[in-house]
């Protein structure tokens, strides 16, 4: 098999920034993705439609005007998140879901939530209008391990949550361990789904360092054990519909990832497709890539199919040490000088 030839994906959780820096990534996803849920974790977060249309705007100004993408916005859940706004999100044709950082996760959930009793209105606002809630699945807090954090979020958070908010919706971000999977696995398709990262899909913790610390390797969920990593790889190659692509690629500037506190986020959005399509390669089937890459995001978000095709051929190429990043700052992309078996063919169909 040397090409493959598939519905346009979209990519279901991706981080846009901002600004000159926004300007310098958004055509990757473009060129790739039809559409993408973008994260609103900016700096202030995006909490009220009126700022995730603004934002939207911004990145509509940035996009090369020959390429066909649509952001699907997204709301950053606070403390204050009032029903009303969740009403206004649910009938605003651009607002498609609500993110939930627990306080302290993650880059910049300084003003996630601190705790989820004070969010009751705003998840309740949330199954009556049919918005789906996006989790970054990990517990918080000094005495919880740091590799163990998804797992005690399910524990604590999740199933609390799925049964308090009988008729919510929501997507199991970015998830890193078989302890996720199963848990998809065993709830209702139609309540609970996850995304999975090509990064996930491809390296496990050693990678974090192999040869030394490799910052460039760092993100959150951080990556595990291999055997969590088979289980992703599973996940997405084997079960159609509860898992689909969401790359949660998170630039950040050089500098501020090689430094003595690096900031957590691996870009993957320069080759998201022919990384996937790496990972599928290595599990040996490529029999539910359309479904993973495709069709079971729309599904789950209740929007319709691409009706564009894209096209990947077996192609060897190297990936760039570094790519330019907003204002004459450079990021090292994910998989850096390595060479890529899969490649994204230009004259795809719009
Ligand atoms: C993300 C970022 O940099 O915004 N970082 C990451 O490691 N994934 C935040 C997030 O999604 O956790
Ligand atoms: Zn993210």
Redesign the pocket.
């Known amino acids: 098999m040397d090409t493959i030839t598939f519905i346009r994906p979209d990519d279901w959780h991706l981080?846009l920034r901002d600004g000159a820096a926004m300007a310098s990534v958004v055509n990757d996803s473009a060129r790739q993705f039809a559409r993408a849920i973008v994260?609103p974790?900016l700096q202030p977060p995006v909490t009220t439609v009126a700022a995730a249309e603004a934002y939207r705007d911004r990145i509509l100004a940035a996009l090369n005007p020959a390429l066909d993408f649509d952001p699907l916005m997204t709301l950053y859940l606070t403390d204050d998140t009032s029903a009303v706004e969740i009403a206004r999100a649910a009938a605003s044709p651009v607002v498609h879901a609500v993110k939930l950082y627990p306080a302290g996760a993650?880059?910049?959930s300084d003003q996630g939530v601190t705790d989820l009793s004070r969010v009751t209105e705003a998840l309740e606002a949330m199954q009556e209008h049919g918005l789906p809630l996006l989790v970054?699945g990990e517990a918080t807090g000094e005495d919880i391990d740091v590799f163990d954090r998804e797992q005690v979020f399910i524990e604590q958070r999740l199933q609390p949550l799925l049964r308090d908010f009988p008729a919510l919706r929501i997507v199991f971000e970015?998830i890193t361990t078989a302890d996720a999977v199963d848990f998809v696995r065993d709830n209702d398709p139609e309540r609970l789904a996850a995304t999975i990262t090509p990064h996930h899909l491809l390296i496990n913790r050693n990678a974090l360092f192999r040869g030394g610390l490799n910052p460039h390797h760092y993100?959150?969920p951080v990556a595990k054990r291999e055997r969590h990593r088979q289980a992703l790889l599973a996940a997405a190659t084997g079960t159609p519909r509860r898992f689909f692509a969401g790359t949660?690629s998170?630039p950040?500037a050089r500098g501020a990832k090689e430094s003595a506190c690096g900031?957590?986020?691996?870009y993957s959005a320069h080759a998201a497709i022919e990384l996937y399509a790496t990972a599928f390669e290595q599990a040996g089937d490529f029999t539910h890539f359309e479904t993973f890459m495709s069709t079971a995001g729309p599904a789950f978000y209740r929007l319709p199919v691409n009706s564009a095709t894209v096209t990947l051929r077996r192609d060897s190429w190297t990936v760039p040490d570094t790519l330019p990043f907003g204002d004459g700052e450079e990021l090292v992309p994910f998989m850096a000088g390595q060479v890529l078996h899969w490649k994204l063919q230009q004259e795809s169909r719009q």
């Open positions: 981080h994260m974790n993650t880059t910049h970054h970015h993100c959150l949660d998170a950040h900031c957590a986020g691996i």
